[in-house]
């Protein structure tokens, strides 16, 4: 029913930005959770951080705090995932999920297929 598409992914040289976006084909994001995750090759999958469903809180795992933010615009069914700052280590496969406000991927239902994200030295 609730089907996240993520986009935006693409190739910058370390120290540039890009801006995620997470849709949903199906029924709405709003009033869900919703979660950014990301896994490079032969890796653990991580989380990155998460917004709630009302938008009023966000939260953010150590490595991008500060340099990444999390936003929502539920009129446009979409949630963004705003990097800058990008360093080489950022470089990953980019995950939007929706369901429970957390930074455990365990609480979430609902999983984009997922964007790449390169990030050059």
């Known amino acids: 029913q609730v089907q996240p598409v993520e986009s935006g992914g693409g190739l910058v040289q370390a120290g540039g930005s890009l801006r995620l976006s997470c849709t949903s084909s199906?029924?709405?994001?709003?009033?869900?959770?919703v979660g950014w995750f990301r896994q490079a090759p032969g890796k653990e999958r991580e989380s990155v951080g998460a917004?709630?469903?009302?938008?009023?809180?966000?939260d953010y795992t150590n490595s991008v705090r500060g340099r990444f933010t999390i936003s929502r615009d539920d009129a446009k069914n979409t949630v963004y995932l705003q990097m800058n700052n990008l360093k080489p280590e950022d470089t990953a496969v980019y995950f939007c999920?929706?369901?429970?406000?957390?930074?455990?991927?365990?609480?979430?239902?609902?999983w984009g297929q997922g964007t790449q994200v390169s990030v050059s030295s």
């Open positions: 199906g029924r709405p994001l709003d009033r869900l959770a």
């Open positions: 999920a929706a369901g429970g406000f957390s930074l455990d991927s365990a609480h979430y239902y609902y």
């Open positions: 917004i709630s469903w009302s938008g009023g809180d966000t």
